[in-house]
């Protein structure tokens, strides 16, 4: 198993490159560690989306390479992007994006029917992970009918479902209010210190920023700062968080 | 779980999901009625040209038919009439006398088709008697009475009692005329029939034409349609000298009609789904857009496009289908009521129905046989339908669709 889990090396993405050329992303290199609870951080507009975008497979870059666990994915065709997405990197996003009509339970099985995962497994997996998250007794509710930060906890377990090798999360707790939003990240501590799962998020949010062991700073689509912080991400209690 | 995602995707919004499957229901419907409708229009055609115009299968002398001439009889000697009614699957057979002649009044000419009728057996084989409309079936006691159609009567001035003058040639070429006195005026469901056909009796004609008991045609009815191909075989084989022909061959327009008129349904119950297509590529255009950001998250998450294809085509079908035992049900609802008690299209007018050889009164009939190609039909609109809303889908970028 590789160590290092993403390895950028000279990431440019420019838009309108033939009239006013705008560079979202300008030259960047990033490696991240397996284990690593890293926050993406600067203004808005400084590309932190677009550099997510492009780590994840859902954007291609102008230039250079993007090697996830030994994986140059720009190589990759589409086809096998998808699948490459699918086994790899879980994603959360800043709006939940759960899938309406699901149930709970249903939109993290997703994943893993996806997966071609089978049933006796696919339960197990589901059981393990609404645990982890605290809402066993939600399982079988539509989003509709649970909190933002509720919502936000089943797309975690949707990120995690396929064991990925990394999860992205886009403004994650932008949504949520304080409280849930230090739910949500007592929950992705534990699953980074229980699991060593590799988390990258991008944020505004200072508590998030508190969290990260690594605050990686982008401006004009640049890094400009990257620094290692004090370790102060012990989870809390998670109780009360249902 | 595309299956389900699929199914439930259509109950989101249910009011628009209730309309446009009404609509499919509505546009079934309107197909399977136009099928009945034409089924029944064709049924009591074919019916009308058996029952009253030339019976199952016809008999002539194999010369009489090229230009009508009376001296090419069927000959009585060999009984011809006992051999075909010894058919068991044979109803009825009953001669005609037929020549062709000029009818004439103090105002007016026509040309008309003379028939020699046996009164008892013709009103069983065309329903000479029912058809009346004015005046009386023939007095077998009276000589020379006549039956002429309403539409020549009214052409002609004539009613019943009125006298009319009947020129044709005799069976050696002598030019004979007679006076006859009208019975009875009929009419039937095919106007230009009635202004063609006038009936005599049999034995008038005869003694006019020369001939004893021979005659020019036998009109067979049989028992029921299915035996038609297997007797007409056997009399062409019994009577190898004799023109063998079914109705089929007799009033070719009619088989046309009726084979035609499949073709023509299934054009109008295309037009019908032509339009519905557009209707539902609409509401799942609708609700795609809508949906954009979900689709682009779903493809982030690795949904293939195939299943994202398959999710938006199974949605489309389940819509479509699920409008279909709807539409189903209310056509065979709709169409067991006016298959019992008839469908009265007199509004459209009877002589412009029976210029076209139809009556007014039409009983629809469902076409039980036709459904499978209707299910095609629907199915086909659904997967069209879809293909460009579910195109669309696949074209989808998920990152540009997440932004949204």
Known sequence: MNKTVVDTHNVSKVYNPETIPVYAINNVHLHIERGEFTALVGPSGSGKTTLLNLIGGLDKPDKGSIIIDGTDITRLQAGSLISFRLKNIGFVFQSFNLIPVLTARENVEFILLLQGISKEERNNRVAQLFRQIGLEDKMDTRPAQLSGGQQQRVAVARALASKPKFVLADEPTANLDSISAANLLDIMALLNKEENMTFLFSTHDQRVIERARRVITLVDGRIAADTATVDTNIPHELEGNK | ?404
Not at chain 2, 11 to 16: I, Q
Not at chain 2, 26 to 50: C, D, E, N, Q
Not at chain 2, 238 to 251: A, D, H, M
Not at chain 2, 314 to 337: N, Q, R
């Open chain 2, 1 to 404: 779980m595309i299956f389900l995602l699929a199914w439930r995707n259509i109950w989101r919004n249910k009011m628009r999901s209730i309309v446009i499957m009404l609509s499919i229901a509505l546009g079934l419907f309107a197909g399977i009625a136009v099928l009945a409708l034409y089924k029944g229009m064709m049924k009591s055609r074919v019916r009308t040209v058996i029952d009253a115009e030339t019976g199952h299968i016809q008999l002539h002398n194999i010369l009489f038919k090229n230009d009508f001439d009376p001296k090419y009889i069927i000959d009585d000697k060999e009984n011809p009439l006992e051999k075909i009614r010894n058919i068991p699957e044979v109803k009825l057979a009953a001669p005609r006398t037929i020549t062709q002649g000029m009818l004439a009044t103090a105002t007016g000419s026509s040309g008309v088709q003379i028939n020699g009728v046996i009164p008892g057996l013709e009103y069983e084989a065309s329903l000479l008697k029912r058809k009346i409309v004015e005046g009386r079936a023939f007095d077998e006691s009276r000589k020379n009475e006549i039956m002429i159609g309403k539409k020549l009567a009214r052409k002609m001035k004539l009613r019943p009692g009125s006298k009319l003058v009947l020129t044709f040639t005799d069976t050696t070429g002598t030019i004979v005329s007679a006076a006859f006195r009208i019975a009875a005026i009929y009419q039937s469901d095919n106007a230009p029939l009635d202004e063609r056909n006038v009936y005599v009796t049999m034995s008038d004609l005869n003694t006019l034409l020369n001939l004893g008991g021979e005659f020019h045609e036998i009109v067979v009815l049989l028992k029921n349609d299915e035996s038609l191909i297997a007797v007409q075989q056997e009399l062409k084989k019994e009577f190898p000298l004799y023109q063998v022909e079914s109705w089929k061959e007799i009033s070719p327009e009619t088989d046309l009609m009726v084979k035609t008129t499949d073709l023509y349904s299934y054009i109008i119950m295309i037009i019908i789904m032509f339009a519905l297509a557009f209707g539902i590529i609409n509401t799942m255009l609708m609700a795609i857009l809508e949906r954009t950001r979900e689709i682009g998250m779903m493809a982030a998450l690795g949904t293939t496009r195939i299943r994202i294809f398959l999710m938006v085509l199974m949605e489309t079908i389940f819509l479509t289908l699920a409008g279909t035992p709807a539409g189903i049900l209310v056509g065979w609802v709709v169409i067991f009521y006016y298959g019992r008690h008839g469908l009265d299209l007199s509004g459209m007018g009877r002589e412009m129905m029976s210029s076209f050889g139809f009556g007014t009164m039409v009983y629809p009939e469902f076409p039980v046989e036709k459904l499978g190609g209707v299910m095609l039909i629907v199915t086909a609109t659904a997967i069209l339908s879809s293909l460009f809303p579910a195109i669309k889908t696949i074209r989808l970028q998920p990152v540009e669709a997440l932004r949204r």
